[in-house]
């Protein structure tokens, strides 16, 4: 059985996120987010401001996080009714690399199980942040498909002036745990010059599955991007 005691790189970074209130702290405006049916409430960060988000199990319920929200770029990350990461989306450019790689990640790969890692739903490779609002507990075999959604990102913003992608992190009914059960990835690519638009949508289970079945989810992302064009 896997040993789920904090090792000592955890304890450092629960040590550092421990004296941090939940999001709405100070060096942080919020104000209403209107687009949002549910009334959630926005809060804008930056690179820097986004290591105030603890890497906590729930974050604030029914929040939305924001890098630069009037501007042509920006990241987005919701929490749902429980706080847990629900759903991130970023038009690629938005922000930085975020400079503390892997100290989020380490924390909630403790709370998978085995066969579980810390990942981001908007991988660092397209610079989705660190912060909890971004990570969570994700299947080896997820993981993977999710570095392919990164690839191919990568792949369309090459060839399009604007690439969105978003990611949603679906959990059972009546399920309070902090692992998502279902993944569902939106990607969008346009192109002004030409006028021309394209998405692609993928939907797939946080398991661990066959090499055949994981092969059958990346053929289909694979199709569709070719179809995009990118």
Known sequence: MRDLQPNGRVLAVLAATASLAVMAGAGSSAHADTGSPDGAQAVQVNATDAAEIPCAKYLQKKHTYRTDPAGPSWQTHKTDKLGRPAHAEIRVGAVDRD??????????????GP????????????????????????????????????????RCNAGYKIVTLGVT??????????????????????????????????AFDNKEYTKAGEHR??????????????
Not at 179 to 194: D, G, Q, T
Not at 217 to 230: F, G, T, Y
Request: aromatic residues 6%.
């Open 115 to 154: 066969g579980h890692v810390g990942a981001r739903m908007i991988p660092a490779g397209v610079k989705g942040a660190g912060h909890r609002a971004n990570v969570v507990p994700v299947a080896k075999s997820a993981d993977r498909i999710l570095k392919a959604v990164e690839r191919k990102t990568l």
């Open 169 to 202: 992190a679906h959990y059972k009914k009546n399920d309070n745990g902090v692992v998502p059960s279902r993944f569902s990835v939106y990607l969008e690519a346009k192109n002004r010059a030409i006028e021309f638009g394209a998405n692609s949508f993928l």
């Open 217 to 230: 989810l990346l053929d289909s992302l694979a199709d569709q991007v070719e179809a995009m064009r990118c």
């Open 99 to 112: 400079p503390r790689l892997g100290l989020c990640e380490a924390v909630v790969d403790e709370w998978g």
